[in-house]
């Protein structure tokens, strides 16, 4: 069972940073898109950052600028380097790996990012 796995929350104070990972093992790592997505309370998922096989990023529109996405293929690990965190980016962050030509996609159980003073 393919089961990506987060690492790197916490609970940090505004304008702080925090590096989030996930490792995915048991896939061919290098040939899935792969992307963070965040649920705060009350509200949906919704994008932060996605990066493609070809290691093109994409960023939710709150967090450009703040926000690094990256991959390392040889270690099936995407990062995610969060810098000048607001109270407002609190949320449970979820690890997704996707490869959409044959309709494999995998998720993690999330990890959870609170910013408050």
Same mark, same amino acid.
């Given at each position: 069972?393919? @089961?990506? +796995? %987060? $690492?790197?929350?916490?609970?940090? @104070?505004?304008? %702080? $940073?925090?590096?989030?990972?996930?490792? +995915?093992?048991?896939?061919?790592?290098?040939?899935? %898109?792969? #992307?963070?997505?965040?649920?705060?309370? #009350?509200?949906?998922?919704?994008?932060?950052? !996605?990066? $493609?096989?070809?290691?093109?990023?994409?960023?939710?529109?709150?967090? !450009?600028?703040?926000?690094?996405?990256?991959?390392?293929?040889? !270690?099936?690990?995407?990062?995610?380097?969060?810098?000048?965190?607001?109270? @407002?980016?609190?949320?449970?962050?979820?690890?997704?790996?996707?490869?959409?030509?044959?309709?494999?996609?995998?998720?993690? @159980?999330?990890?959870? +990012?609170? +910013?408050?003073?």
């Amino acid at each position: 069972q393919v @089961q990506p +796995v %987060e $690492s790197g929350g916490g609970s940090v @104070q505004p304008g %702080e $940073s925090l590096r989030l990972s996930c490792f +995915v093992s048991r896939i061919t790592f290098g040939r899935y %898109e792969m #992307g963070w997505y965040r649920r705060a309370p #009350g509200k949906e998922r919704e994008l932060v950052a !996605k990066i $493609s096989t070809r290691h093109t990023a994409d960023y939710g529109d709150s967090v !450009k600028g703040r926000f690094t996405i990256s991959r390392d293929d040889d !270690k099936k690990t995407v990062y995610l380097e969060m810098t000048n965190l607001y109270p @407002q980016d609190t949320a449970v962050y979820y690890c997704n790996a996707r490869w959409m030509q044959f309709n494999y996609d995998y998720w993690g @159980q999330g990890t959870q +990012v609170i +910013v408050s003073s």
